[in-house]
């Protein structure tokens, strides 16, 4: 598929040499590359190997040991880990599924590039604390106008504020040597802990593109490759700018639900109503609907925080204060709703965890990941280790070292104090041992079959269980001894 390169006027022209046409007139994708071997591009791509065996996709990462990985002969050693994703990678790896770190053979080869690298909120300069960092996105599309050696179709698949597109087209076009870039957006909608299922069968499928001839056949060309297991009528395609925002509307409304139901938890609390109740009766008003109505610890991940925090940046550097001040309070409010979770646990502890031992049962930011980006577990247990509380963690998934890292990140404490204060242990009975109270962060399944009664029998008493997740009976929990604390309910 080498080519010389073109001409803007023969740009159309060269698109249609560039790709194998399919039966239909449309750019046919034989070869797919992603940067990024993370949470997104690692199941998005096994998906897409999976559903479509005639497409090489090959995910690449500069990250030596997470491509090792993601290539382990031991499925239960990937890297992300997701329920189903095992199955997924043992039928497509080595037929039509590659993990390298030969970023530029990868780019050369594909005529479609993700890209997928994260995009964290920028940690200094200009933006600090609000704006997304796109360094690893800007030296992505310089890496592929340098490797490029034909036309290539560039997808977006990590969150961006809006109009990164038009900065990557501008790299692109300025560096490529005159080959034919189309940039696409393509957000991705997955919830971690169910990305298999959630790309096997998606809501939606978005795809923002160019309103002119090339752009609409490489939007073609992307919705040929869904289509393979997609509706075509779940498959959206919009500019690339509603594209782009769409993404971090979906998730700000998201967010904002949850902001509300915990706000209204801190209600119930004070009025003797139950969260969990009024979720429900408010949740069968169809105009409401069910889902995104548990209120919890608080809201983290990767996306929540960080997408709304570029919204707010947005708007501010527009000037539309009443629209970031209306969106910022989503992240006041989950931050007061971490930080009343660890008073509560302090109140309860006669005003002092000072040299306690408390457990932390989950270190995730939800169930069925090992991400613990943005946890609410992370910020509670740094206010408690602030009072001087012994914390002891139990997660089912997630790597010890990964809880220092975490912490340490923050940069409260240094790493030393980290580690003499916290420990992390691989059994939650262990954990629990000798605790004054039991904080549950994380809602895993299997911390709803503990037995209770044990964990009770082995904490010191006046025993305080503090669920953070709704996950426990209340009456059972009281009956079996416990000092119980719910998220939105009066304690027992
Ligand atoms: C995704 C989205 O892409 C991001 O925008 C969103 O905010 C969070 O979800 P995710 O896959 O979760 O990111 O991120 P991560 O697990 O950190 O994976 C990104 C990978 O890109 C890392 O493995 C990193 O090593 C790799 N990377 C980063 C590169 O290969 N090249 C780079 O230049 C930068
Ligand atoms: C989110 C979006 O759901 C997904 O579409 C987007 O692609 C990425 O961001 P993710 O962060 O992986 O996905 O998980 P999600 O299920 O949305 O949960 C986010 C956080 O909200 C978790 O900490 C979760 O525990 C919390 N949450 C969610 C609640 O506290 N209550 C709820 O009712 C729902």
């Known amino acids: 598929m080498k080519m010389a390169s073109h001409t803007g006027k023969s740009l159309s022209r060269a698109f249609h040499v560039a790709f194998k046409k399919s039966n239909h007139n449309h750019v046919k994708v034989k070869n797919i590359c992603c940067i990024g071997a993370g949470y997104v591009g690692g199941p998005t791509m096994s998906v897409i190997a999976q559903k479509c065996p005639e497409i090489k996709v090959v995910v690449v990462d500069i990250n030596q040991e997470r491509i090792d990985a993601w290539n382990h002969e031991d499925l ?6 997701e329920p189903g994703l095992d199955k997924v990678v043992a039928q497509a790896r080595g037929r039509n599924l590659f993990f390298s770190t030969d970023v530029n053979s990868a780019i050369e080869e594909a005529d479609m590039v993700f890209i997928s690298v994260n995009t964290p909120t920028k940690t200094y300069g200009e933006g600090k604390g609000m704006a997304a960092d796109l360094k690893w996105v800007e030296l992505c599309a310089r890496q592929i106008a340098e490797a490029s050696k034909s036309d290539k179709i560039v997808v977006e698949k990590s969150t961006l504020p809006v109009r990164t597109a038009q900065a990557v087209k501008d790299i692109l076009h300025n560096t490529g040597n005159g080959l034919n870039f189309q940039i696409l957006s393509n957000p991705e909608f997955l919830a971690e802990g169910t990305a298999i299922p959630d790309l096997e069968n998606p809501d939606r ?3 923002g593109g160019d309103d002119t001839p090339e752009g609409r056949e490489a939007i073609q060309a ?3 490759v869904y289509g393979t297991w997609v509706p075509r009528e779940k498959i959206l395609t919009t500019n690339v700018w509603s594209s782009e925002l769409s993404k971090l509307t979906a998730n700000a409304f998201l967010a904002q639900r949850v902001s509300s139901i915990n706000a209204i938890s801190e209600l119930c609390e004070a009025t003797g109503a139950d ?3 009024v979720a429900k009766a ?11 109505l548990k209120a919890s610890v608080g809201f983290g991940g990767s996306c929540f925080q960080k997408d709304i925090l570029n919204m707010v940046y947005i708007c501010r550097n527009y000037q539309l204060n009443e629209v970031a001040d209306y969106w910022e309070q989503v992240i006041k409010m989950n931050d007061h709703q971490k930080v009343r979770f660890a008073k509560k646990i302090i109140k309860n502890l006669y005003n002092t965890v000072s040299g306690k031992k408390i457990a ?19 910020y509670v247990a740094d206010y408690l280790l602030s009072e001087r ?3 002891c963690v139990y997660d089912p998934k997630v790597p010890k070292e990964k809880v220092f890292t975490d912490l ?3 940069n409260t404490r240094s790493s030393e104090e980290n580690r003499k204060l916290v420990s992390v242990v691989n059994d939650p009975y262990e954990a629990c041992k000798g605790a004054h109270a039991v904080a549950i962060l994380t809602e895993w399944d299997e911390f709803k079959i503990l037995n209770w009664e044990q964990i009770n029998d082995l904490m010191l008493k006046p025993a305080n269980l503090f669920d953070g997740r709704n996950i426990l009976n209340s009456s059972e929990m009281s009956r079996l001894g416990f000092r119980f604390h719910a998220i939105g309910k009066a304690d027992k």
Not at 282 to 292: A, E, L, Q, V, W
Not at 364 to 376: G, M, W
């Open 389 to 391: 509380a012994n914390i």
């Open 76 to 81: 239960s050693q990937l890297p992300v880990y």
């Open 408 to 410: 340490d990140y923050l």
């Open 282 to 292: 408010i949740g069968t008003d169809s105009r409401i609907g069910s889902k995104f």
């Open 205 to 207: 499928v978005l795809i």
């Open 222 to 224: 992307l919705v040929d």
């Open 360 to 378: 932390f049962l989950g270190w995730a930011f939800k169930k069925d990941t090992n991400d613990t980006r943005e946890s609410a577990a992370i």
């Open 275 to 277: 969260v969990e109740e």
